[in-house]
C-alpha cells in the first residue's frame, strides 16, 4: 500500500476546475457504490486520475472489524472467520481504502492466494487476501483498463457485480466479501474496451480537455500552486472540501429513502430504449444515478427530470453497438418526449439486490403493466450501425484473442498452471504449492523450502502478438476507385471497432496519380483510422509496382518491431498498371534503389523496366517471407476478353484471387475473416 | 540491486557533453530537464547516428548531487518526508535519524530486452527457499527513484513492459501485485526516451508522458559533419586527454546549471505569461492538460536559465518548440510537426 504519506499529497477533488459530469458521475458512485463503476473515458491529460483518486478522500471513514484482513463491516455481512468469533467484535476506524489495481498485477495478487509464510512457518493453508478483499467498502481504480488482460478485466467486474470474491485454488476455497466502488480509465487512442466489459459500467464519462481559455488557465494556476506547496493547497480548499464531504455522507444515508414515481421508470426504459441499449442494465443504471442525485440534492423523490438529467452518463456507453458520437446521442436523449403527460406519479422502490419492484399501493392496477415495461422494453430496435456479417462469423468473443497463450518467455505474466510444457517457471507458484507439504519433507538443518518436482509451475503469458492487416487499395481515375476507397474505408473502421482486442492493427496503402503513399500506417485507433481516412483522394494512373513497394517496406518495417507477426496484405485493384517505379519514385531514389545490395525490397530495380513486369518481380519478392500473406481482389468491372495483372499478380504472391465486381465492405470484411489467422 | 552502484563505475569512458557538435535543440532539452526534474523528460527522435545516445549518457556528468537516505533501496530524499518509501516512513515515525549521504544523480538504462520482473522487481528466490520468506527484490524502476531513466529504442519497447512504465510515470509510485509481493514504493523518474521513427511509432499515451520532444537530424552544414568526425577519432584514440580538452567548457554548464536551479525557485510567471500558455494550446490544437502544464514549467526553466526572475510570453513561444511538437493533433497524413515557430508566431 502507497505509504500513507502519498495521501497528502493529492489534489483535491473540490479544487478540480469544470469538468462537471466527471465530477458528478464520481459523487454519484460515492453516495451508492452499487453502481457497478463508472467508467473514465477521455484523452490524455484530463485530470481522469487525479479525480478518481481525489473521489476517496470524500467518502467518510468506516468501522471495521479491527485485526479482520478483510475489513468487515460489523454491521454487516461478515467474512467466515469473523463469523466464528464471539462478539460484541472489537471494532476501529479507518479512512475509506482506495486500492490501485496495477497493469502489471498478476491474477494471485487480485483474488488472493495462499500465504506462504504461513504455509512454511506453520502449516496452514490461509488466504492472503489480495486487492479484491482490500478494496472492500472503498475504491478500487483501474487505471488504462483497456490494457488490462480481458482476463482479470472480468475477475474485477464479476466481484463488483457480485460482491463477492470466490477463490479456489491452491487448496483454498473461500469466499469473502469484496463490495467495492468500481473507477476505471482509458483512453481510447490505445484501443477501444469491449461491448460486454463496456456494458458492464454502470456510468461512463467523455472527458475532454476545457476548451475555454479563462478556464484553462485556472487549472494552470491552480496546479501549479499545488505543485510549489501542496500541503498550503489543501489546506485552502479543507472548508470546501470537509462540507463536500458531509453532503455525500448525508446523501448516503438518505439513498435508501428516495423513492422512484413510475414515471421516471417509464422514461428510463424509454431512454434506454431510444438509445437502443440490449439488456436492462441500462435503464437500471439510469435510475440509480437518478436515485442517488436525488439524494444527493435532498430531494425524497425521483423527478424524471433527474433521469434526463444523468441518462447521457448512463446510456452513453451502451447506446446500440457502435459508439455513437456523444453529441449526437445527447440531442437523441434530449428530443425525447415530455414525460408529464404520463400517469400521476406512484412510489416505487429500487431494492438493493438490482431488481425493480413496484410498492404495494391499493387499486394500482397498472403495476404489473409498469414492471413488465421496465423488463421488455419494447422499443428496442438494433441500430444498424454494424457492418454486414454472417451469423457467428468470427465474431463470437474476440476479446479471447487477448489472452492468446504464448510458449515463449514474451508477455505479461498472468497465471501459473501445473501443466508441464516447458515455459518459464512460476516461482512464486511453484513455493506455494510445494509450501503445505514442508512438514513431511523439511530437514534439520536443511533449507526452510524443499521443493519437488510435482511442485513446479508454469508462467503462463498473455502474448498480445497482435494481428496485422494492410489494404493495399488501387485509387487510380477507373470506374469503381472511389467505391473501392469508400468500401475499404469502412472496412477498415468496421474491422477496428469489431476487432477491438487492441493489438490487431489495420493500416491502408493507397496507390493513385504518379505514387503510392501509405494513407493509414497501422493502427488499433479507430479514431485514428477516421481521422486519418477522412480524405481518400481517387484518380489518375495505376502505379501498382509502387503501391507493392510500400507493401514491402512497411511489412519490412512491421516485422523488425514484431517477428512473430503474421500479417495479411489485401490488394484490391484492376489489375492494369501502367507506372514504372522509375517515374513513380524519380531518377535519384532509383539510383540508391539499384545499387542497395543484399535483402532490401527494392534493390536490383534500377532497370527501368516495363510496369508489368515490375509488378510481377515486386510480388516474388514479398511472397518470399513466409510469414506474410495476401490476398488479391480484382475490382475490374472492364472487359472481360481484356487481360488484367490480377490472376498472375496472385499466383506469384501465393495468394487467393476473388473477383469483386461491386465492392462492399461487407463482402471485404467477409474475405479478410477467412483468411486472417 | 539493493544498491545502487555508483556513478565512478561505469567502466566505458562517456563522450563529453560540452563536445558534442551542433543538436542545439536536444541538448538544450536534457539541460531544461536537469535543471527541473518537473519538466517530466524528453524524447529524442532520429536517424541513426545522430548522437542521440551519446548526449543521453553524456548528460551524467552534468546531473548534480542529491541527498538521500544511505541504506535506502529507492534513494530517499531525507529533507521530503511525503515521498519517502514505506520503510523510511516507519523508520521516521519510529524516532529514528534517517542516515544521510550525497550521491551524483544517474542515468539508470532500461535496455529494450528488459523482462517483466526486472522491470517492476519480483520475488527474492533466495529468502523465499532459505527462509520461506516473501521478500522483494526490487527492480529498475526502484534504482531510478529520483534518477534519470533512459530507454535507448523506447518504441521497440515491449506493450506490457511500456504499460508498467505507464502506470509508474504517471504516479510517482511503482505498485507491485504479482508473485505474491504486494508493494509500493516511490519511483519518480525523469523519463528519457529516444527512438528512430522509421522503426515504428510510440503510442499515444507513452509519448504524451515525455515532457519535451526533439527531432535531431544528421548536420547539414559539411564543417560541422568534419568536425563531429575529428572529434570522435580524438576521443576514441585517448579518451582521458580528449576529455580534459572539454572539462573548462564542461564546468562552465555545469555552473550554469547549478545557477538555474537555484533561482528556479523564485522564478515568477504574470498573467500575461499564463494567457500565453493557454492561447498557444488551443491555437495550435493541443490535446488534454499536459502539455499547458509542460509548457509553463519549461518556460520557466528557461528564464531561469537565462538568469531571470521573471517568466515572459517569448520564454513561452521558445519553450512550444520543445514542449507541444508531440502533442499537436496531428492532420490526416501528416508527419509529426517540428517546424512550428510559424505557426507559433501567427498566434
Known amino acids: 500500500m502507497p505509504p500513507a504519506s502519498h495521501n497528502n499529497r493529492l489534489y483535491p477533488f473540490v479544487a478540480l476546475v469544470g469538468q462537471e459530469s466527471l465530477k458528478r458521475a464520481l459523487l454519484l458512485l460515492g453516495i451508492d457504490p452499487g453502481l457497478g463503476g463508472v467508467l473514465l473515458r477521455g484523452e490524455k491529460g484530463t485530470a481522469k486520475s487525479t479525480a478518481a483518486r481525489g473521489l476517496a478522500k470524500l467518502l467518510p471513514p468506516q468501522s471495521v472489524v479491527a485485526d479482520c484482513p478483510l475489513g468487515c463491516d460489523p454491521s454487516g455481512w461478515l467474512c467466515p472467520d469473523c463469523a466464528a468469533r464471539p462478539r460484541p467484535l472489537p471494532t476501529r476506524q479507518r479512512p475509506t481504502p482506495f486500492v490501485d489495481l496495477p497493469l502489471g498485477a498478476t491474477e494471485d495478487r487480485l483474488i488472493g492466494s495462499l500465504d506462504l509464510e504461513a504455509a512454511v512457518s506453520r502449516g496452514q493453508v490461509r488466504l492472503r487476501p489480495g486487492l479484491l478483499a482490500r478494496a472492500h467498502r472503498g475504491v478500487l481504480y483501474v487505471d488504462e483498463v483497456n490494457l488490462l488482460p480481458a482476463h482479470l478485466v472480468h475477475l474485477v467486474l464479476d466481484a463488483a457485480a457480485s460482491g463477492v470474491n470466490r477463490v479456489e485454488r491452491e487448496g483454498l476455497s473461500q469466499s469473502h466479501p469484496a463490495q467495492f466502488a468500481l473507477v476505471a480509465s482509458m483512453n481510447p487512442e490505445e484501443g477501444p474496451l469491449g461491448p460486454q466489459l463496456l456494458d458492464r459500467f454502470g456510468l461512463c464519462v467523455e472527458v475532454t480537455a476545457e476548451p475555454d481559455p479563462a478556464r484553462r488557465m485556472e487549472v494552470l494556476r491552480r496546479r501549479l500552486a499545488f505543485e510549489a506547496d501542496p500541503q498550503a493547497f489543501c489546506a485552502a480548499w479543507a472548508t470546501l472540501q470537509e462540507t463536500t464531504a458531509q453532503r455525500l455522507a448525508a446523501a448516503r444515508l438518505a439513498l435508501e429513502r428516495v423513492q422512484v414515481t413510475p414515471t421516471a421508470l417509464a422514461l428510463a426504459a424509454e431512454l434506454a430504449g431510444r438509445a437502443a441499449c440490449q439488456g436492462q442494465r441500462g435503464e437500471l443504471a439510469c435510475l440509480r444515478a437518478a436515485r442517488a442525485l436525488a439524494a444527493w440534492r435532498g430531494l425524497g423523490v425521483v423527478e424524471p427530470e433527474l433521469v434526463r438529467e444523468v441518462a447521457p452518463l448512463a446510456l452513453v456507453h451502451r447506446a446500440g453497438s457502435a459508439p455513437a458520437p456523444a453529441p449526437e446521442l445527447h440531442n437523441r436523449l434530449k428530443v425525447f418526449s415530455d414525460p408529464d403527460q404520463e400517469a400521476p406519479p406512484e412510489p416505487v422502490r429500487v431494492a438493493d439486490g438490482q431488481a425493480l419492484e413496484v410498492a404495494p399501493s391499493a387499486g394500482d392496477q397498472a403495476g404489473g403493466e409498469r414492471t413488465l415495461y421496465i423488463l421488455s422494453p419494447g422499443a428496442v430496435k438494433p441500430v444498424a450501425t454494424r457492418l454486414p456479417a454472417k451469423e457467428g462469423a468470427s465474431r463470437k468473443q474476440p476479446g479471447r484473442r487477448a489472452a492468446r497463450e504464448s510458449h515463449d518467455s514474451r508477455g505479461r505474466y498472468l497465471r501459473a498452471s501445473a501443466q508441464r510444457l516447458g515455459r518459464s517457471i512460476a516461482f512464486d507458484a511453484t513455493l506455494r504449492a510445494a509450501a503445505p507439504h514442508q512438514g513431511q519433507r523439511r530437514q534439520p538443518g536443511g533449507p526452510a523450502l524443499v521443493v519437488l518436482r510435482p511442485d513446479i509451475r508454469e508462467k503462463v503469458r498473455a502474448a498480445k502478438h497482435g494481428r496485422l492487416l494492410i489494404f493495399c487499395v488501387d485509387a487510380s481515375g477507373s470506374m469503381n476507385a472511389a467505391a473501392r476507397m469508400r468500401e475499404t474505408k469502412a472496412a477498415v473502421l468496421g474491422l477496428l471497432t469489431e476487432a477491438y482486442q487492441k493489438r490487431d492493427r489495420v493500416g491502408v496503402i493507397s496507390f493513385g496519380g504518379l505514387a503510392a503513399r501509405e494513407l493509414l500506417p497501422p493502427t488499433a485507433s479507430v479514431e485514428v483510422a477516421r481521422r486519418m481516412l477522412t480524405d481518400l483522394p481517387t484518380g489518375g494512373k495505376t502505379p501498382l509496382s509502387a503501391g507493392l513497394l510500400l507493401v514491402g517496406r512497411a511489412l519490412m518495417r512491421e516485422l523488425a518491431q514484431d517477428p512473430k507477426l503474421t500479417p495479411l496484405v489485401v490488394i484490391l485493384t484492376d489489375g492494369r498498371p501502367n507506372v514504372p517505379l522509375r517515374v513513380s519514385l524519380g531518377e535519384s531514389e532509383m539510383t540508391e534503389l539499384a545499387g542497395h545490395k543484399g535483402g532490401g525490397w527494392g534493390d536490383g530495380w534500377g532497370d527501368g523496366g516495363y510496369a508489368d513486369r515490375e509488378v510481377l518481380n515486386l510480388a516474388r519478392r514479398l511472397a518470399g517471407d513466409p510469414r506474410a500473406r495476401f490476398v488479391v481482389v480484382d475490382t475490374d468491372v472492364g472487359h472481360h476478353h481484356e487481360i488484367n495483372l490480377c490472376r498472375p499478380l496472385a499466383d506469384y504472391l501465393r495468394a487467393p484471387c476473388v473477383a469483386l465486381r461491386t465492392i462492399t465492405a461487407g463482402q471485404v470484411l467477409d474475405l479478410v475473416r477467412q483468411n486472417w489467422h | ?347
Open chain 2, 1 to 347: 540491486m539493493t544498491k545502487p552502484e555508483p556513478q565512478a563505475n561505469n567502466a566505458a569512458p562517456l563522450y563529453p557533453f560540452a563536445a558534442l557538435v551542433g543538436q542545439d535543440q536536444m541538448k538544450l532539452s536534457l539541460i531544461i530537464n536537469v535543471v527541473n526534474p518537473r519538466v517530466g523528460g524528453v524524447l529524442v527522435r532520429g536517424e541513426k547516428g545522430t548522437a542521440k545516445s551519446t548526449a543521453v549518457r553524456a548528460l551524467a556528468e552534468l546531473l548534480p548531487e542529491q541527498p538521500v537516505v544511505a541504506d535506502c533501496p529507492y534513494a530517499c530524499d531525507p529533507d521530503d518526508a511525503g515521498a519517502l518509501c514505506a520503510e523510511c516512513a516507519e523508520r521516521l515515525a519510529a524516532g529514528e535519524t534517517l542516515p544521510r549521504d550525497k550521491r551524483r544523480v544517474r542515468v539508470v538504462e532500461l535496455p529494450v530486452g528488459a523482462t517483466e520482473d526486472r522491470l517492476l522487481g519480483t520475488l527474492d528466490l533466495e529468502s523465499a527457499l532459505s527462509q520461506g520468506k516473501a521478500r522483494f527484490l526490487p527492480g529498475i524502476l526502484a534504482a531510478a527513484n529520483r534518477q534519470v531513466l533512459y530507454v535507448d529504442e523506447v518504441n521497440l519497447l515491449d506493450d506490457h513492459l511500456v504499460d508498467a512504465l505507464l502506470d509508474a510515470a504517471a504516479m510517482g509510485v511503482n505498485s507491485v501485485e504479482r508473485e505474491s509481493i504486494s508493494l509500493s514504493h516511490p519511483a519518480r523518474f525523469t523519463l528519457v526516451g529516444t527512438m528512430n521513427p522509421e522503426e515504428g511509432e510510440l503510442r499515444p499515451q507513452l509519448t504524451d508522458r515525455f515532457g519535451l520532444c526533439v527531432q535531431v537530424v544528421g548536420l547539414s552544414d559539411p564543417a560541422l559533419r568534419q568536425e563531429v568526425i575529428l572529434r570522435r577519432l580524438e576521443f576514441e584514440r585517448d579518451p582521458a586527454r580528449f576529455a580534459r580538452k572539454f572539462a573548462a567548457e564542461g564546468q562552465r554548464l555545469a555552473k550554469a546549471i547549478v545557477r538555474a536551479r537555484k533561482l528556479l525557485p523564485r522564478v515568477t510567471a504574470g498573467p500575461e505569461v499564463l494567457e500565453r500558455v493557454v492561447k498557444l494550446v488551443l491555437g495550435l490544437g493541443v490535446d488534454g492538460h499536459r502539455g499547458d502544464l509542460t509548457l509553463l514549467k519549461t518556460a520557466i526553466t528557461l528564464a531561469a536559465l537565462d538568469g531571470r526572475k521573471q517568466a515572459t510570453p517569448a520564454d513561452v513561444d521558445a519553450a512550444a518548440l520543445l514542449a507541444l511538437p508531440h502533442r499537436l493533433r496531428r492532420r490526416p497524413l501528416a508527419e509529426m510537426e517540428f517546424d512550428i515557430a510559424e505557426r507559433i508566431k501567427r498566434i
